[in-house]
């Protein structure tokens, strides 16, 4: 079988996100959360990492397209989901599974009843996404520590996702200071 490696243009994602039925108001935060991508790709790029511009321009504007189903915790998953359906890159999918809080754990996914499955982010671009997601409310840019107020006191401030998204935020503050 051969390995789906197809990445949509930005033009084709946001096609893709009105055909699933995603709702304006999400495609406005995907768009947003485009503009930080780029803008963190950027200037991850010049501090001499290789990244993949149309693999992160994808992946931040296709990430929450799994809300045209549910905009519960699970919606990363569903959204993988549609993006296999689509027969759209292996890497794009991991980008949209991957990028809910500051990932989530492979113990944490089983209690959340996903599964056994490991949904931290773990390559460049799907932190680079991750992060810009963060950085966003709606489409309006935030300050990190917005969002990780937000989480600390939807789960409490000693849930790992907490120290997730604090790891998150250390590994692209030792790359852009």
Same mark, same amino acid.
């Given at each position: 079988?051969?390995? %789906?490696?197809?990445?949509? $243009?930005? @033009?084709?994602?946001?096609?893709?996100?009105?055909?699933?039925?995603?709702? $304006?108001?999400?495609? %406005? #935060?995907? =768009?947003?959360?485009?503009?930080?991508? &780029?803008?963190?790709?950027?200037?991850? *790029?010049? &501090?001499?990492?290789?990244? $993949?511009? %149309? /693999?992160?321009?994808?992946?931040?504007?296709? #990430?929450?397209?799994? *809300?045209?189903?549910? #905009?519960?915790?699970?919606?990363?998953?569903?959204?993988? *989901?549609?993006?296999?359906? *689509?027969?759209?890159?292996?890497?794009?999918?991991?980008?949209?599974?991957?990028?809910?809080?500051?990932?989530?754990?492979?113990?944490?996914?089983?209690?959340?009843? /996903?599964?056994?499955?490991? /949904?931290?982010?773990?390559?460049?671009?799907? &932190?680079?996404?991750?992060?810009?997601?963060?950085?966003?409310?709606?489409?309006?840019? =935030?300050?990190?520590? @917005?969002?990780? %107020?937000?989480?600390?006191? &939807?789960?409490?401030? @000693? #849930?790992?996702?907490?120290?997730? /998204?604090?790891?998150?935020?250390?590994?692209?503050? @030792?790359?852009?200071?």
């Amino acid at each position: 079988m051969r390995r %789906k490696t197809r990445i949509p $243009d930005e @033009e084709e994602c946001l096609k893709i996100l009105r055909e699933e039925g995603v709702a $304006d108001n999400v495609i %406005k #935060h995907a =768009i947003r959360v485009l503009g930080v991508a &780029k803008e963190l790709t950027d200037r991850i *790029r010049l &501090k001499g990492y290789v990244v $993949d511009d %149309k /693999l992160v321009a994808a992946g931040a504007l296709l #990430h929450d397209i799994g *809300r045209s189903v549910t #905009h519960d915790v699970s919606h990363g998953l569903v959204g993988g *989901r549609i993006i296999r359906r *689509r027969q759209l890159d292996e890497r794009l999918a991991r980008i949209v599974e991957r990028h809910v809080g500051g990932g989530i754990s492979r113990e944490e996914a089983e209690k959340l009843g /996903l599964g056994p499955l490991n /949904l931290v982010p773990e390559t460049i671009e799907e &932190k680079i996404v991750c992060y810009a997601d963060k950085l966003v409310d709606g489409d309006r840019r =935030i300050d990190f520590q @917005e969002t990780l %107020k937000y989480f600390a006191e &939807k789960l409490g401030a @000693e #849930h790992p996702a907490i120290k997730r /998204l604090e790891e998150l935020d250390k590994f692209f503050q @030792e790359i852009l200071n």
